[in-house]
């Protein structure tokens, strides 16, 4: 199926959104990640937020978030004003990135829910199996996954600039595509 490229209009739209996105994303994401490390450096006896599981996993998300405004939308953002696609090599690298951000998020907010319903079972008080150290290691795992599965397909050379969305992604053939 031929799709047409999206309208002047549109992309312009689209991209200052994008713009808004990335910048309120950034900074909000930037503060976050900027307080926390901050605790974690600072004395136990002066800190004011407690390191727990989900201190980890709030610093995963603000990390992960950090990196898609800071790494992933300037690219978006320059398909959208240059109305000109990267390099295949460049776009490849965005388009794994930006897939990859997706695979941590959604993975660490399915580790965020684990947890909690671990604490609802177990009762809030204690850490059991989510300690800070575990969880840590969890999101470090998380990471590791996520850009081992992207992997594959930037080897096979399946990232590729996407006409339709002006967004580089993973190129689906007719042989890999499934029926929903």
Not at 16 to 23: E, R
């Amino acid at each position: 199926i031929d799709v047409a490229s999206p309208s002047s209009w549109a992309l312009s739209v689209g991209a200052w959104v994008t713009v808004g996105v990335a910048l309120v994303g950034g900074t909000a994401n930037l503060v976050a990640v900027a307080t926390l490390t901050h605790q974690m450096v600072c004395r136990p006896s002066r800190r004011v937020i407690k390191w727990t599981a989900e201190t980890v996993l709030i610093l995963q998300l603000a990390v992960n978030d950090l990196l898609y405004c800071g790494g992933s939308l300037p690219f978006v953002i320059h398909h959208y004003f240059t109305r000109v696609p990267t390099t295949d090599a460049l776009c490849a690298f965005a388009g794994c990135l930006r897939i990859t951000n997706a695979c941590v998020e959604f993975n660490t907010l399915g580790l965020v829910a684990l947890q909690r319903c671990y604490q609802i079972h177990t009762g809030r008080g204690r850490s059991g199996f989510f300690t800070v150290a575990r969880t840590a290691y969890l999101c470090g795992g998380v990471w590791l996954l996520s850009t081992l599965l992207q992997m594959p397909l930037l080897i096979k050379g399946r990232f590729h600039f996407h006409q339709p969305t002006y967004k580089c992604d993973f190129h689906v053939t007719d042989n890999m595509r499934t029926i929903i």
